[in-house]
């Protein structure tokens, strides 16, 4: 099964967003979160790798991330990361309940769970 990793300034951020996606989007699914920069608001490569290590079952890690380093900080955890892994260009909390659900279907690829969480991407919230 393709694993997700939830990569986010705030530990607490990452951790609702996997509970959310897992809740909502795919009970079966693997989603690890990697928040936070120790005690502080950051991100970490090293606690972004383990997470991808976490998710790695042999079939491929989505990563959903929130902003500016955590995208730097993803991109050297997967340099480092003997997984096949990639960054979805998607909001992180709609990408990351999308990618959940496509996640568990019998027929997911790493493709289409990264094109799943991408599509949330055109979600308008409000009909004008």
């Known amino acids: 099964m393709i694993g997700l990793v939830v990569v986010s300034h705030s530990a607490k951020?990452?951790?609702?967003?996997?509970?959310?996606?897992?809740?909502?989007?795919?009970?079966d699914a693997?989603?690890?979160?990697?928040?936070?920069?120790?005690?502080?608001?950051?991100?970490d490569a090293n606690r972004i790798g383990e997470a991808i290590a976490a998710a790695d079952d042999g079939d491929g890690v989505?990563?959903?991330?929130?902003?500016?380093?955590?995208?730097?900080?993803?991109?050297?955890?997967?340099?480092m990361s003997d997984a096949e892994a990639v960054i979805a260009?998607?909001?992180?909390?709609?990408?990351?309940?999308?990618?959940?659900?496509?996640?568990?279907?019998?027929?997911?690829t790493l493709d289409s769970v990264v094109e799943s969480a991408e599509d949330a991407r055109e979600y308008h919230k409000l009909n004008d």
Do not use: C, W, Y
């Open 30 to 43: 693997r989603i690890e979160p990697a928040g936070g920069d120790g005690e502080e608001i950051g991100t």
């Open 13 to 27: 951020a990452a951790e609702g967003i996997r509970d959310i996606a897992a809740q909502m989007g795919g009970g």
């Open 89 to 108: 260009d998607a909001p992180i909390l709609e990408g990351a309940l999308n990618a959940a659900v496509e996640a568990t279907s019998s027929k997911a």
């Open 62 to 79: 989505v990563v959903l991330v929130d902003l500016g380093s955590a995208v730097m900080n993803t991109e050297l955890a997967l340099e």
